[in-house]
């Protein structure tokens, strides 16, 4: 049986639904990375691979969606991607902007539930007013938990949070052997999510880059040499297809 998956690009695409395991991860987080190498490969600037990285990410949540996902949280712009030349970062702000205006609505008619992790106060008052808008608008609802990072790094997320609670301490509202992993979890950007169960990269690299390296503890890695603008629903499945023939033990014994 084939399911037909909602595609701008390429309204053929489609998964079958019994390839889909049924042991799914809970949470998947994605390094969306190879788009500057994308576009340099089809001689276009890397903005252009930026874009295209956009309509791929479209096609991403909805599969996440479609098959019942509960958490995908994905890597748009990290702490340390200010480095870039301001025609790139200028570009992926605007980028950002126009895809909130564009996909959100689709989200909430899907009862997608986004929410943004990372240091939103830097970016433009209207960036911050959009994610705030999109996270109201969206709160109540009850399908994937769609998470984008950006402006994110996990150690400024982990200081931020030491932070806080060292103030929390210093007014003496908690002592110090209060703070646990618990407390620890609920004041990260990720509150109230699941761990990481699977980290998908894109494009060959195989590190963390600083994302989510609290939350990603145990959690498996899946690499592949695709650039992200080249990455498909079926790409997306064959990790979860991977996922579930890992033998997860968390520090105990194998299974057999
Ligand atoms: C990932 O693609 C997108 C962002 C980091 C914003 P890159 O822009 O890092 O592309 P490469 O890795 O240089 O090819
Ligand atoms: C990681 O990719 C950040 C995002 C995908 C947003 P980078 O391209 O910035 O990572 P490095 O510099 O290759 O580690
Ligand atoms: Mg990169």
Same mark, same amino acid.
């Given at each position: 049986m084939l399911k037909r998956l909602f595609?701008?690009?390429?309204?053929?695409?489609?998964?079958?639904?019994?390839?889909?395991?049924?042991?799914?991860?809970?949470?998947? +987080?994605?390094?969306?990375?190879?788009?500057?190498?994308?576009?340099?490969?089809?001689?276009?600037?890397?903005?252009?691979?930026?874009?295209?990285?956009?309509?791929? &990410?479209?096609?991403?949540?909805?599969?996440?969606?479609?098959?019942?996902?509960?958490?995908?949280?994905?890597? +748009?712009?990290?702490?340390?991607?200010?480095?870039?030349p301001a025609v790139e970062v200028d570009f992926l702000m605007q980028l950002f902007s126009t895809y909130?205006?564009?996909?959100?609505?689709?989200?909430?008619?899907?009862?997608?539930?986004?929410?943004?992790?990372?240091?939103?106060?830097?970016?433009?008052?209207?960036?911050?007013?959009?994610? +705030?808008?999109?996270?109201? &608008?969206?709160?109540?609802?009850?399908?994937?938990?769609?998470?984008i990072a950006v402006n994110y790094g996990s150690q400024d997320e982990l200081l931020r949070t030491v932070r806080k609670l060292a103030a929390e301490v210093k007014a003496g509202a908690i002592l110090p052997e209060d703070i646990t992993a618990e407390t620890m979890e609920e004041h990260l950007d990720t509150a109230g999510l699941p761990p990481v169960d699977l980290v998908i990269r894109t494009s060959g690299?195989?590190?963390?880059?600083?994302?989510?390296?609290?939350? +990603?503890?145990?959690?498996?890695?899946y690499f592949t040499e695709k650039n992200w603008p080249d990455f498909t629903p079926e790409d997306f499945v064959e990790a979860l297809q991977v996922f579930a023939g890992r033998d997860r033990r968390f520090g105990g014994l194998p299974r057999s």
């Open positions: 595609s701008k690009r390429d309204t053929s695409a489609s998964i079958r639904t019994d390839a889909i395991p049924s042991a799914l991860p809970r949470h998947v +987080a994605i390094i969306m990375d190879g788009n500057g190498r994308w576009a340099k490969g089809q001689g276009l600037l890397r903005t252009a691979g930026h874009a295209q990285g956009v309509e791929v &990410l479209h096609d991403i949540v909805q599969t996440a969606s479609d098959i019942g996902l509960e958490v995908l949280t994905v890597y +748009a712009f990290s702490t340390e991607n200010w480095k870039r909130l205006d564009k996909e959100l609505q689709g989200m909430h008619e899907n009862n997608v539930r986004i929410r943004f992790i990372g240091r939103m106060d830097e970016l433009s008052p209207l960036l911050q007013e959009k994610t +705030a808008n999109a996270e109201a &608008l969206m709160r109540e609802n009850t399908g994937l938990r769609f998470n690299d195989q590190r963390m880059s600083n994302f989510l390296l609290w939350q +990603a503890a145990y959690a498996e890695f």
